[in-house]
C-alpha cells in the first residue's frame, strides 16, 4: 500500500498487445457526440471487476456481475454506451441490457456472458435499442488497436476531456503493458467503485490475484476521489488481463504489476476530478495525526466534500478556519490544541494559535491550479490523502442545465 | 412529536414581557453594518441551551456552557456579536469572551456567569475587544422593549434579511409569549443545534422542563435544516423564560407550551433556509418507508444536501433519477423495486417503472419557489421531514469572496 506508483506513458484501454477498441457516434446523445464504445480482447481475457455499492444499481452492473459469475470471469469484449444510464429502468432496462451484451457477443463470436455491459448518461430513461442495434456494427467494423482514443471519447458525458493512460512494466526481460480509460466528471465519489474505469493489460493474471491487485489499487485510486460526493448508480471498473505478452504475474511479479496498475489508475483518476464538472483546481487533501486509517479517511472525505471549503480554495480565500471546522464536524478523534492547519507548505493554525498574518501569503499560493491542504489532527499517527476539486457556478450552471 | 404547531404572529426577541433587547453598530464589521446585540431580562430568568457538537467549539461556547453550569441556569443577559466568530483564536480568544460576559455584567448589574455570549464570522481571528468595549455601553443605552428588530439584525453575516418570530399561547386565563430571532445562512447543518438562535418567554418554567422542550423541539426544526451540510464551531440556540406572564409551565400545561415553541422556532429555521446563501427555493425532503426513524432521517438529510439533487431543483430540472440515487448511496435499507418518487405530487417512480412522460408537469411544478419532494423507500413505515434551498451559483460566489 506504498503511495509511489510508475511512471505512466501515453496510450490508452487498446494499447496492451492484442486489445482493440473503437468509438462511434450511435445517434444516443441528441448532439451526436460519440457515445458507443467498444473493447475487444483478441483472446479470451481474465477479467476483474469493482462495482457501484449504491442500492440502485443499473441494469448494466446487475448484467455485468451475471455475465462474470456465469463466464467463469473469463471475457472476450466490453460494450459502453453514454448518454443513457439504463438506470431504474425497470425489467425493460434488464432486457436492454442483455441484448446489448448479446449482440456484441453475435458480432465478436463469442458467448453473451462473454461481454460485460455498461453505461452511463441520465437516469429513468429507456435505452434507445434500435440505435445501440444499428450502431454496434459500425462500432464492430471501426476495431483498432489505434482506436483507443476514439474509445475513451464515446464514454464521455459532461466531461471537459478524454482520460487515458498506460504504463509498461518491465518483469525479467520482457514487458507488459497496462492501458485504460476513465470517464466521470458529476456523480463522484466512489465508494467501493467509482466512475466507468476499463484497464487492460497484456499480462497474463489469474483471477483471483487480478481482483486482489484490482481492489488494492482502487482503494487508493479511484475510490480516493471525491468530485461532489455523489456515488452514481452505475460506477463500474473492469480490468481485463489477456496473457499476449507472455508474462504471467505470480507473487514474485505482483509488486511490479501492481505499481504499474497504480500509475494507470491514479493518472485516470486524478483526470476525472482534473475534468471534474465546473473544477479550475486539482486539490490533495492529506489528513494526518489521525487515530486509525479509517478516521484519516473519514475526516479527509469530509474535507473534499465540503462546499465550504471548496468554494474558498474556488475563490482563492485561504479561510484555513473551514478546514477546522469541517474536522471538528467529521466524527473522528480530534484534538484542536494539538491540530495543526496548512495551505501548501504555509501554516496556519498550530499549538492552538492563528497565525493569520500569513493568509496573504497562503492567498499567493492558492492563485495555482495544482493545491495541497492538510489537517493534523493531532489524535494519532495515521493518514490518508485524498483527492477533490474547487466547487465553482459552473458546476451549479451544469447540473442545473444537465437535461435541458 | 406532532409535526403541527401553532400560528406565530409578529414579533421577535423582545416581544415576551419583561424582555428588552438593543443591536447596534460597534465597528466589528468593516461596513458598518449592526454588529453588537443585547438581550437583557429584567428579572433572573430560567436558561435552557444547546450548543454545535463539532469538535472545535468556538471561545463562546465554552463560556456560555461554564456560565450556564456556575449560575444554576439562571441568568440576565446575553450579548452576541456578528462579524467574528472568535473561534480557533486559543487562550486569546476564551478571555475576550469572558470579558464580553463580564462587562455585559457590570451594565447589567448581575454577576458574569449571569451573562451568555454569542459570536458569529470568519473563525480564527482575534475578537476586537475594544470596539466590544466601547460598543457595549451604546447596546445597554439603546435597549427597548421594541428594539428586537434591531438586534435581530445586528447578529446577521451574510443572511439577506433577519429572522424572527412570536407565538401566543393560552394557559387558561392567560396568555404566554414565545418570541425569538435567529441567523445563519451558511455552514448549515445543525446537529445538535444549529447557527444562533435566541428565544425568550415569559412563561415561568423550571430548567429541566425548559431543558427539555428546547431538545424535544430543536430535534424537529433547527436541527432538520440544512442549507450546505456544514455544521460551525459555534451553533448555538438559548431560550430564557423570566415567568412575567404569571404562568407556571407544568406538566399540565407542557403540550401547550410546546406547540407555541415548535411554531417559533420552526419559522425561524425555515427562515434560515428561506435565507439561505444564494438560496432561491425553499424545499421540503420527506423520506417515507423507512425502516426507522434513524433512517428516514438520514436518507432525508442525505437528498437534503445532495449538490445534484439542490442544483437539478435550481435549474427546475425534474432530474427524479438524483433523488433514488441518493437514497442508494445513503447506507439505508432500501427497495428500489418497491420504491417511490415523487416531486410535488406528481409520482415518477413507481413499482420498479420510471414515468418520464410526466416530467414535463414536474419540471412546471418545479417553478414554484416553496416545494415538496418526497422518496418511500418501500422499507418500512417511518418518516422524516427536513428542509433545505438549492443550489445556485450565487452561493458559490457568496462563499468563494467571503473574506475579499
Chains 1, 2 share one sequence.
Not at 465546473?278 to 475526516?299: F, Q
Not at 499560493?365 to 491542504?373: E, F, H, I, N, S
Amino acid at each position: 500500500m506504498t503511495a509511489q506508483a510508475g511512471t505512466t506513458a501515453a496510450g490508452g484501454v487498446a494499447t496492451a498487445r492484442g486489445f482493440r477498441a473503437a468509438g462511434i457516434s450511435a445517434g444516443i446523445k441528441a448532439n451526436r457526440n460519440p457515445d458507443l464504445a467498444l473493447i475487444v480482447s483478441d483472446v479470451p481475457a481474465t477479467a476483474a471487476a469493482v462495482f457501484t455499492i449504491n442500492k440502485a444499481q443499473a441494469a448494466p452492473v446487475v448484467v455485468s456481475k451475471e455475465h462474470l459469475e456465469k463466464s467463469g470471469g473469463v471475457v472476450r469484449a466490453i460494450v459502453v454506451n453514454s448518454g443513457c444510464a439504463n438506470a431504474c429502468t425497470g425489467e425493460a432496462g434488464m432486457t436492454a441490457a442483455r441484448e446489448m451484451a448479446s449482440a456484441t457477443a453475435a458480432l465478436v463470436g463469442c458467448a453473451p456472458e462473454q461481454v460485460l455491459v455498461a453505461s452511463t448518461g441520465v437516469i429513468g430513461v429507456g435505452l434507445p435499442m434500435d440505435k445501440i442495434r444499428s450502431g454496434l456494427p459500425q462500432a464492430f467494423a471501426a476495431l483498432g488497436s489505434n482506436q483507443g482514443p476514439q474509445a475513451a471519447r464515446a464514454i464521455m458525458t459532461t466531461d471537459p476531456f478524454p482520460k487515458e493512460a498506460s504504463a509498461a512494466v518491465t518483469i525479467g526481460a520482457k514487458t507488459v503493458t497496462i492501458g485504460g480509460m476513465a470517464k466521470g466528471s458529476g456523480m463522484i465519489e466512489p465508494m467501493m467503485a467509482t466512475m466507468l474505469g476499463f484497464v487492460t493489460t497484456d499480462a497474463a493474471v489469474a483471477q483471483p490475484i487480478l481482483r486482489r491487485a484490482l481492489v488494492e489499487v482502487v482503494n487508493d485510486t479511484f475510490n480516493a476521489i471525491t468530485v461532489d460526493g455523489e456515488c452514481s448508480t452505475n460506477d463500474t471498473v473492469m480490468l481485463l488481463a489477456n496473457g499476449q505478452s507472455g508474462v504471467t504475474i505470480g507473487e514474485a511479479e505482483y509488486a511490479a504489476f501492481v505499481a504499474g496498475l497504480r500509475a494507470v489508475c491514479l493518472e485516470l483518476a486524478l483526470g476525472i476530478v482534473r475534468g471534474g464538472e465546473g473544477a479550475t483546481k486539482l486539490v490533495t487533501v492529506t489528513v494526518s495525526g489521525a487515530a486509525s486509517p479509517a478516521e484519516a479517511r473519514k475526516a479527509a472525505k469530509a474535507i473534499a466534500n465540503s462546499p465550504l471549503v471548496k468554494t474558498a480554495i474556488h475563490g482563492g480565500d485561504p479561510n484555513w478556519g473551514r478546514l477546522i471546522a469541517v474536522a471538528g464536524r467529521a466524527g473522528v478523534a480530534f484534538e484542536p490544541q494539538r491540530a495543526k492547519v496548512t495551505i501548501g507548505s504555509i501554516v496556519l493554525f498550530e499549538h492552538g494559535r492563528p497565525y493569520d498574518d500569513r493568509a496573504p501569503q497562503a492567498a499567493e499560493y492558492l492563485r495555482g491550479t495544482d493545491l495541497a491542504v492538510g489537517v493534523d489532527l493531532g489524535a494519532g499517527s495515521d493518514a490518508s490523502t485524498v483527492w477533490t476539486c474547487d466547487l465553482s457556478a459552473e458546476y451549479v450552471k451544469i447540473n442545473a442545465e444537465y437535461r435541458t
